[in-house]
């Protein structure tokens, strides 16, 4: 991790082989040479400790010799201290031994009047002269609290606590402080952060994707056995298909219309895959100029491999129509549902941040909706519906890939279903195309159309994800829709 970090963060006039180097040396200032190459591990897979995570992030910090440091909660610092950098730590009480490494000290009784301020060693001496002395074995912190706050238990207590504390409050005086100086670190600048360049980051992103796939080889399968998996359903329900009456009117129409679902489930595993990754990456994500190409090149292997196999079932087994151009349409039109799939999970992933269940609900509605509106269910629909219709892609799927399978295929039929005239009552592909209002489709600007949708969604995750990684004036963004 802190080598990705290095080489992402320190200035790009730094040679790889320095920023490796700069990167180890922050790793054996922190102590953790012997976790190096572990895993940092979640709440899901086991890592390092979370004493180890504590100090990797301060080390990540550390890599780029920052001035200031903030953190929410104190470790070993003194020694970052004493480098030059300022230290701040917030914390909600401090231990005794903690509180032996106080410099300067100040103490404010409720109203914010001083009760204190000076060297932290010299503040139960102070008290003492006060009258007050500290208890043994007691917490300076917690008996320093105590001391100038009022009891409100009972009257009496009340009374007699709030007269301390007045007495406390009226006897400090300000107290002269001697303020020490250090010239360790004293031409300590830090390193400037800026943004790496594509030809910097891409690779180092790229060899990260890389090791997270190799590490994870489930999700890998994944991604192509589920595409595969319904591919297969699929051929066991309608391979072989023939060239019958009845397989134009019911068995090809019916594959294309049950395809359509497939095409809607297909959408929903690519937003399922999407929602497996996704959420541990979202902030590699927040930083689209570079780490989504660098995902991108990884997701496309996958994705170009489950729908080639999707295709050798839909094409080749069930026999829609085996030829080297149907089968590559259908493998495309798979292809692009999938990425159209996982274009919405990052778009409603990075919406809903926070609630991926309600991601996932969103997501759902709106592909069952688009699965009746891109089928043969709804053939005339209010102009309203068409218009929005236009943007899915499971239209454009369809109004191609019908075209494509049923044009100059001829259909035979037997006795008992010729009309009168001796004829079939459908003998052609063509003929189907227009019992379905489907022959005014060009395969070809409707493929080209799916194409087109699928750049268009990833643009519009890429804008939303510009949106909620820009300033933050643009952060209210998702903040709308929670």
């Not at 004493?51 to 470790?75: C, D």
């Not at 706050?149 to 005086?173: G, H, M």
């Not at 609900?361 to 053939?379: A, E």
């Not at 102009?383 to 494509?404: C, E």
Request: with cysteine; aromatic share 8%.
């Amino acid at each position: 991790m802190l080598r990705f970090a290095a080489g992402l963060r320190l200035p790009k006039s730094m040679s790889s082989k320095v920023k490796k180097e700069r990167a180890e040396e922050v790793i054996k200032a922190m102590g953790l040479s012997d976790c190096a190459d572990n895993l940092v591990g979640s709440e899901f897979v086991k890592g390092i400790s979370g004493g180890e995570k504590r100090r990797v992030s301060i080390a990540v910090q550390l890599l780029t010799e920052p001035r200031i440091l903030i953190f929410i909660y104190p470790g070993s610092l003194s020694g970052l201290a004493k480098e030059g950098r300022t230290v701040i730590i917030t914390i909600h009480q401090s231990r005794s031994e903690l509180f032996n490494q106080f410099g300067n000290l100040l103490l404010l009784a409720k109203g914010g009047r001083v009760a204190f301020s000076g060297r932290a060693s010299e503040m139960i001496s102070y008290f003492n002269k006060l009258g007050y002395e500290c208890p043994r074995n007691c917490n300076p912190s917690d008996w320093a609290l105590d001391l100038i706050s009022v009891d409100l238990r009972d009257s009496t207590a009340e009374e007699v606590s709030r007269a301390k504390v007045e007495k406390i409050l009226d006897a400090y005086s300000p107290i002269p402080v001697k303020h020490e100086s250090s010239d360790v670190g004293a031409g300590f600048l830090g390193m400037k952060k800026q943004m790496s360049p594509f030809h910097i980051a891409y690779p180092i992103l790229l060899q990260r994707s890389l090791i997270n796939f190799i590490r994870q080889p489930e999700l890998a399968s994944a991604r192509i056995g589920q595409v595969v998996g319904l591919g297969i359903v699929l051929a066991l329900f309608f391979a072989p298909l023939g060239r019958s009456y009845t397989d134009a009117t019911v068995n090809i129409v019916g594959l294309v219309q049950q395809v359509l679902p497939t095409f809607v489930q297909s959408i929903l595993l690519g937003m399922l895959q999407n929602v497996a990754l996704y959420p541990t990456e979202r902030d590699v994500f927040y930083k689209p100029k570079h780490s989504s190409p660098a995902t991108c090149r990884f997701e496309l292997p996958f994705e170009i491999i489950a729908s080639l196999l999707f295709a050798l079932l839909g094409c080749i087994a069930v026999d829609l129509r085996r030829t080297v151009a149907m089968y590559f349409i259908i493998a495309l039109n798979a292809f692009c549902i999938v990425s159209c799939g996982e274009s919405l999970g990052i778009i409603f992933n990075t919406l809903f941040s926070d609630n991926t269940g309600l991601a996932i609900n969103i997501t759902s509605v709106i592909l069952s909706v688009g699965q009746f509106m891109g089928g043969l269910m709804s053939l005339d629909m209010p102009a309203f519906l068409s218009g929005i219709n236009y943007i899915s892609p499971l239209k454009y799927a369809t109004a191609n890939m019908l075209p494509y399978a049923l044009r100059s295929m001829t259909f035979s039929c037997d006795d008992s279903q010729k009309l009168a005239n001796g004829q079939c009552p459908l003998s052609t592909g063509d003929e189907v195309l227009e019992l379905y209002k489907m022959d005014s489709y060009n395969p070809g600007k409707m493929l080209g159309a799916l194409v087109g949708a699928t750049i268009a969604y990833r643009f519009v995750a890429y804008l939303v994800l510009k949106l909620e990684s820009g300033p933050l004036e643009a952060a209210p963004l998702r903040n709308k829709f929670i």
